[in-house]
């Protein structure tokens, strides 16, 4: 953990996803202090009814380290490469998942 969803009405190129994904893995480890190998990003094609045109998600598990300071610098950070990268201002949604509601594997 972190898993973070993009959802986009647009088609998303190959290299636009590697340079935000890059971005957000790199947001991700500085700011979240997230280890590589827990990073999740997925890329997922939406039809957008109502709202942003492109929505961010984020589960990440609650730590004292991840607090509203941090979570803002990675929300600003996201909200840059999305805009730059993608031509569009996000909506950005970002969830902590307490330790003791959380089953994962892998």
Request: glycine share 4%; proline share 6%; charged share 20%.
């Amino acid at each position: 953990m972190p898993v973070i969803k993009i959802f986009s009405a647009a088609s998303l190129s190959p290299d636009q996803i590697e340079i935000v994904g890059s971005d957000l893995e790199k947001l991700c480890m500085e700011l979240l202090r997230a280890q590589p190998t827990a990073i999740q990003i997925a890329f997922l094609p939406a039809v957008m009814a109502r709202g942003a045109s492109i929505l961010m998600e984020m589960h990440y598990r609650a730590q004292p380290y991840r607090d509203t300071q941090a979570l803002n610098a990675f929300m600003d950070g996201a909200e840059r490469s999305l805009l730059k990268n993608l031509g569009q201002t996000p909506r950005i949604r970002c969830f902590s998942v307490d330790v003791i509601g959380l089953s994962a594997r892998n």
